[in-house]
């Protein structure tokens, strides 16, 4: 079992930036981020290989980067350009089975 523990979440205005963190504590073929708002089924965001192959949803292409730092284990989704929309609980997922906590993103003037 490898736990995941997801950091840096918070409040941001519209167009800012944040960096948000996903910790694991063993190996990860595939480190993923999700997004969930209430009432709303969760939404894959962005995933990152072991070999650092990257996809995202197109709704945050072009804004969204997700990098690996395989010295700490961590995995790492820079969001640039931020809209309300982006308000969500973000989800840590390693290898399908491993789920975090969450770290809330909130874009509010």
Request: net charge positive; hydrophobic share 30%.
């Amino acid at each position: 079992q490898v736990q995941v523990v997801e950091s840096g979440g918070g409040l941001v205005q519209p167009g800012g930036s944040l960096r948000i963190s996903c910790a694991a504590s063993g190996y990860a073929s595939f480190t993923s981020w999700y997004r969930q708002t209430p009432g709303k089924e969760r939404k894959w965001v962005a995933e990152i290989s072991r070999r650092g192959r990257t996809r995202y949803a197109d709704s945050v292409k072009g804004r969204f980067s997700i990098f690996r730092d395989d010295v700490n284990d961590t995995v790492y989704l820079q969001m640039n350009s931020l809209k309300s929309e982006d308000t969500a609980m973000y989800y840590c997922n390693v290898d399908g089975d491993n789920w975090g906590q969450g770290t809330q993103v909130t874009v509010s003037s």
